[in-house]
């Protein structure tokens, strides 16, 4: 089971920007001038006994405006000993450093294609390897450069302006990504897509 994205130290404008299907259905988001947070959507979802020891893929397309850097995380949400995450410069197609959070997660997989019209998606599969049944799912601005080398080295004071765009966050029980398929509300299983995080204007797949 799942429920719709928060979101921390930004605001969202929906329906912004034309995305990767061709409709105005992107998203921008501006982080706020809090000091030294971290500015991210996130979502958390209950899964099935022991599928964490299973490997779960995260994607989202980010559009880079004055900011061209974003990350994505997986992490287990309870305690959150197990998370992993992937840094990316999304106006050069670029993996910029991958970083686990414990020795039981693993990063399978981290990468980033070009999507047309300035979008990219970004890519990341990760094992949690955990017996917690809550899996988060987390995607941050970063600022133009990497933060740092830990897991929660990039945070920084925002300037209240700059500001990136997405659309199509989608979490599956997969070693694979798939193409996005849009929910509202009610989620499509398929290709071991497990759960819905749409919602409030933020159309996504888990």
């Given at each position: ?17 034309i ?89 399978n ?69 798939t ?28």
């Amino acid at each position: 089971t799942g429920n719709p994205f928060f979101t921390t130290q930004m605001t969202t404008t929906p329906n912004s920007i034309i995305a990767p299907d061709g409709t105005l259905t992107g998203m921008q988001l501006i982080e706020n001038t809090a000091t030294n947070v971290s500015h991210y959507l996130g979502g958390g979802i209950t899964v099935t006994a022991n599928s964490m020891y299973l490997p779960y893929t995260s994607s989202i397309y980010v559009k880079a405006n004055t900011r061209t850097c974003y990350a994505l995380a997986l992490k287990e949400y309870l305690t959150y000993n197990q998370q992993a995450y992937a840094h990316f410069d999304v106006a050069n197609n670029v993996v910029l450093t991958t970083y686990n959070g414990s020795t039981a997660a693993v990063i399978n997989n981290a990468y980033i294609v070009p999507a047309g019209n300035g979008w990219s998606r970004c890519v990341l599969t990760v094992t949690v390897n955990s017996a917690v049944q809550n899996l988060g799912f987390e995607s941050y601005i970063l600022a133009n450069t990497v933060q740092g080398s830990t897991s929660y080295g990039y945070a920084y004071t925002g300037d209240g302006v700059s500001n990136l765009y997405v659309w199509g966050p989608q979490l599956q029980q997969s070693a694979n990504v798939t193409p996005y398929t849009k929910t509202i509300g009610t989620a499509i299983y398929k290709s071991n897509t497990i759960n819905d995080l749409s919602g409030s204007n933020r159309n996504g797949t888990i």
